[in-house]
């Protein structure tokens, strides 16, 4: 038996961006960058309806890609530091996400380093699932 039979596979972005709440991280290469890509992994494994996708492709302006932001249920945005790359991306394209949070403004130093706190991953997601869930859907916003 291959590894991958036991992969849990997720929705397709392109076929069910309206009924997914789509996540996008910065995926920064310092500690805050890291938190944030490994929590928008745990809301994708966790979560219903939740799952991370590809800022680099939107930010290569790739049409599928961005048509997926356009089209999502809610857009999530994780932001490592006060940079706040992946947020910019979005406003370049005038997409408005549902909800954006920055890692280092929530207890997290940006350190140079891939290494972080599992503790730092549990609290912070849970913060976002929490607010998430209360949000309005975006098309019903519109
Ligand atoms: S927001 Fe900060 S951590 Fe994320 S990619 Fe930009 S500079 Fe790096």
Redesign the pocket.
């Known amino acids: 038996m291959s590894k991958s039979e036991n992969w849990q596979l997720l929705p397709s972005c392109t076929k069910e961006a309206e009924g997914l709440d789509i996540i996008l991280a ?5 500690s ?2 890291q938190v ?1 890509h490994e929590v928008a992994v745990k809301l994708t494994r966790e979560v219903e309806g939740a799952r991370m996708c590809c800022l680099s492709a939107i930010a290569a302006e790739s049409k599928p890609h961005v048509g997926i932001a356009e089209r999502s249920r809610k857009l999530i945005v994780i ?3 006060q ?4 947020s910019k991306v979005l406003r370049r394209l005038n997409i408005e996400p549902s909800y954006e949070i920055t890692i280092a403004k929530e207890g997290v130093d ?1 350190k140079p380093t891939l290494d972080f706190d599992e503790e730092d991953v549990e609290r912070i997601s849970k913060k976002i699932a929490e607010d998430v869930s209360k949000l309005p859907e975006r098309r019903k916003t519109s």
């Open positions: 910065c995926d920064g290469a310092a805050v960058g944030g932001n490592g530091c940079n706040e790359c992946a940006k």
